[in-house]
């Protein structure tokens, strides 16, 4: 019987895996370099006197500005030396690490695709993707190999798909399709662009966007898994990132994808585009497959975690019940929701340093950035928070007795804005956990 | 092959439905250019023109002042200040492009104003008016302490004409000097090359017109609005203990009209009224087709209304009102934070324009 694990140990040509280290090695070196050009270490990770925590991560801070910048500096290096495959194991840890502890220092930045990168990462720490076109192969500080298990291969397909076919079946909802909305809303500004600027604001626009959104991000991988729909499938990609990144402001990130997403590619393809560069035909193999063998169960049983872990945390909202997810965004993030709700919001805090009606009127701006503050009016996670740091400021101050409330307001794809948390609330009671949140309005 | 089919069929049924649906209703069309443009040429160049003008005549009143110190002149002196200071409130909104190249609001009205700082001033007569440090000391704030010593004319004329009285009109024609120097900045960066720039800036990304627009009234409507002319007097950020001295022109007690005088300038402005009368109003009423209840515009319109009336409701000024009315005060400002709501979350979500001023990815 061929079993499943056969085909994933199954012996590959390297290319495919190689190439897609070269190609994230040079997405990463660009928006990195991007990153710190845009003055971004310094207005996301140094200027703000505070910042918003990850569950669980609490323990994450940032550092002061030298040392901020020299990290910055080391990840950037990391992402060179993961590019030509020089100390490849230790620039790919050190460069998970790096990039995972910037993303941790504030919620605030949280973007899917941040994720994508440090979950790519992650995978990559894993696979022999220095093992060949690299400098520690032509210094010998591996053996060069001419094969490599499909499962390396296969892993970086599979969370491609992942992410394309979580965001779209994310989009299977009833704002996104009968209403399409938020695209209604987010299209009909852009009637400037020039041919298709008239149709912008027309219902009809939003309509064929929103379903052909959500039907490309379903059936993407499967149409660049398979020889005969693949250019068709890439065609797609290019259109599709090149739109949102026309009307959308997303940096890099279509650019990001456009890249990774070559990997569906064949091996040929790859070998050609390697070849460009060095040819491969003079590297001499000392394949050795036997070593290798010994690993396959517990290969196994990490990869089948992995997989797992993939296919259902994205999932976990659907542990809370009666949880409307856009309102409150319970198992939002990690769940590759890209662009799907538009959502505005207002809040303003008012400390009662006495616990009775006394009151002190907060002006945010002098707590938090001008992004801060907007990630902080919608999300009830991010409002706790806020409201922690001002009550525990205020208690040194006055005392237990300070009480924080807060005066939200939101509106999702369109409809007329709604207090959000219940009115009198002492967010100071509230615990900032898992559980169902039960101090919204409903 | 069969997603090809699926996206086939799907497309060919949408343009079915496209062409079917346009023959039935015609949309209207709405040209942003339009709007911006009646923004930039009939609405805002307009505004500093007419404040460029004021401060012209306040410039007179100030230099006949000087040469003949008399009750007169002083009054004049005081009638045109208060006509600049108004035309100012109808300003206030527009702190973007060059007035915000200027800092013309730091310049124009930053209060309440340090008056130790400002008799120093004037004791030592060497200044820069233009420093950082001096920017409570500065502009229509200062001009009110100076102008204002006291309600009565004939006391106010003895004390500018006692002490120190030519440093004084030095002062009170170098703040004016300052004022007319970023107006005029302003209004010429705004006739020079800003202006086409901002006619046809009609994307929604920072930066563009609207973009623009819609921040500056947010930012100003929250923190000079709610905050500066009304929050922070009524006590809201000192546990109910109110602050009269904080009030907006709190020397010269004119701070409700000149409240009275921003709302409805403001409501003007959203409403883009001009002699072509294309503003936000009509931009959300062309994108907001799908209304369950009331329009948008209207309710802002309405919110606009009911703001004046408990204004209305107020006796002048409101440094007196926040502790003799306190409740009728509050009132006032409970309407205003829906202001906020209705502008910052409703509108900017319906314009889809960043409400921030950090340049960042989205996702």
């Known amino acids: 019987m061929k079993s499943i694990a ?23 070196l660009v928006s990195s370099v991007r990153f710190l050009m845009k003055g971004w270490v310094n207005e996301l990770y140094i200027q703000p006197s505070f910042h918003f925590k990850y569950y669980g991560f609490d323990w994450i801070h940032a550092v002061d500005s030298y040392e901020m910048y020299a990290l910055f500096g080391l990840m950037i290096a990391s992402s060179v030396f993961i590019l030509l495959g020089l100390f490849y194991r230790f620039a790919i840890v050190l460069f998970f690490l790096l990039f995972t502890y910037f993303e941790l220092i504030d919620l605030t930045n949280y973007l899917n695709h941040y994720y994508f990168v440090s979950l790519m ?36 397909v599979f969370q491609l798909s992942i992410v394309y076919f979580y965001a779209g079946l994310a989009k299977l909802n009833y704002d996104w399709l009968i209403e399409a909305n938020p695209l209604k809303i987010w299209l009909a500004p852009h009637t400037n662009l020039p041919l298709i600027g008239r149709f912008m604001d027309e219902p009809i626009t939003a309509y064929l966007f929103s379903w052909g959104g959500a039907i490309f991000d379903l059936s993407v991988p499967f149409l660049l898994l398979f020889k005969k729909t693949r250019l068709l499938g890439y065609a797609l990609v290019v259109l599709f990132h090149s739109v949102t990144s026309m009307l959308f402001p997303i940096g890099v990130f279509p650019f990001v994808m456009m890249a990774c997403t070559l990997v569906f590619f064949s091996q040929n393809f790859h070998k050609k585009i390697l070849n460009y560069f060095s ?25 089948t975690l992995f ?41 303003s805090f008012n400390i009662h340093p006495f616990g009775d009606e006394r009151s002190i009127a907060i002006s945010n701006s002098d707590y938090l950035t001008p992004q801060q503050e907007k990630m902080m009016s919608t999300q009830p ?13 205020f208690r040194k101050e006055y005392g237990d007795k300070v009480e924080v409330k807060a005066d939200v307001f939101v509106a999702i794809n369109g409809k007329p804005s709604q207090r959000y948390v219940k009115k009198g609330v002492d967010l100071m009671r509230i615990k900032n956990d898992l559980n169902p949140i039960d101090w919204l309005e409903k | 092959m069969k997603s090809t089919k699926i996206i086939f069929f799907l497309s060919v049924s949408l343009s079915v439905l496209s062409c079917k649906k346009d ?27 007419e404040l460029e003008l004021a401060i012209s005549n306040l410039e007179n009143a100030v230099s006949n002042f000087v040469s003949v110190s008399n009750s007169a002149n002083l009054q004049t002196l005081r009638n045109n200040y208060l006509t600049a200071y108004l035309q100012w409130q109808n300003c206030s909104f527009m702190e973007f492009g060059p007035s915000e190249n200027y800092t013309l609001k730091t310049i124009c009205n930053t209060y309440p104003v340090d008056t130790s700082l400002i008799n120093s001033n004037i004791s030592s007569g060497s200044y820069v008016l233009g420093s950082a440090s001096n920017t409570t000391a500065i502009g229509f704030p200062a001009l009110d302490f100076l102008l204002f010593p006291d309600s009565s004319l004939s006391l106010a004329l003895a004390t500018i004409n006692g002490n120190n009285a030519a440093n004084k009109k030095q002062y009170i024609t170098d703040l004016v000097q300052q004022i007319k120097a970023g107006v005029n900045s302003t209004l010429s960066s705004w006739r020079g090359s800003y202006l086409s720039s901002f006619n046809t800036s009609d994307g929604n990304g920072q930066g563009s017109s609207l973009s623009e627009i819609v921040n500056a009234i947010n930012l100003d409507f929250e923190k000079f609005t709610r905050d500066g002319k009304i929050g922070i007097p009524l006590g809201v950020r000192s546990l109910g203990t109110a602050l009269p001295e904080k009030t907006e022109s709190f020397y010269s007690k004119n701070s409700l ?81 829906k202001m906020i709501v209705l502008l910052k979350v409703d509108m900017s979500s319906a314009l889809s324009v960043l409400i921030t001023y950090q340049d960042n990815d989205g996702d």
Not at chain 2, 24 to 43: A, C, D, H, P, R
């Open chain 2, 23 to 49: 023959k039935e209703e015609v949309t209207e069309e709405f040209n942003k250019k339009e709007m911006l443009t009646n923004y930039g040429n009939n609405i805002i160049v307009p505004a500093y023109e």
């Open chain 2, 257 to 337: 009209i000149l409240f009275k005088e921003s709302i409805l300038g403001l409501k003007n402005y959203f409403n883009g009224t001009s002699s072509s009368n294309i503003g936000l109003d009509d931009y959300l009423n062309h994108l907001n087709d799908n209304n369950e209840t009331a329009r948008l515009s209207e309710k802002i319109n309405n919110q606009f209304d009911l703001i004046l009336q408990k204004a209305e409701v107020l006796s002048d000024p409101i440094s007196i009102a926040v502790t003799t009315e306190q409740a009728n005060v509050q009132a006032l400002y409970d309407e205003l934070q």
């Open chain 1, 307 to 347: 997989v797992v872990f993939q296919l259902l945390f994205p999932l976990r909202y659907l542990l809370y019940t009666n949880n409307d997810l856009f309102y409150t965004e319970q198992g939002y993030r990690f769940s590759w929701r890209v662009m799907l709700m538009e959502k505005a919001g207002y809040a």
């Open chain 1, 279 to 303: 040819n491969t035909s003079n590297f001499i193999y000392s394949d050795d497959p036997s070593k290798r063998v010994k690993s396959k169960s517990i290969t196994l049983v990490f990869l």
């Open chain 1, 381 to 393: 996670d991010f409002i706790l928070q806020y409201a922690h740091y001002l009550g525990n400021i």
């Open chain 1, 121 to 156: 990462t992650f995978v990559l720490i894993f696979l022999p993707a220095n093992c060949n076109f690299s400098l520690d192969a032509k210094f010998h500080f591996v053996k060069r190999r001419q094969l490599v298990p499909a499962w390396t291969i296969g892993i970086i």
């Open chain 1, 6 to 28: 056969d085909i994933l140990f199954s012996q590959k040509k390297y290319y495919t895996l190689v190439f897609f280290r070269v190609i994230f090695g040079i997405v990463t």
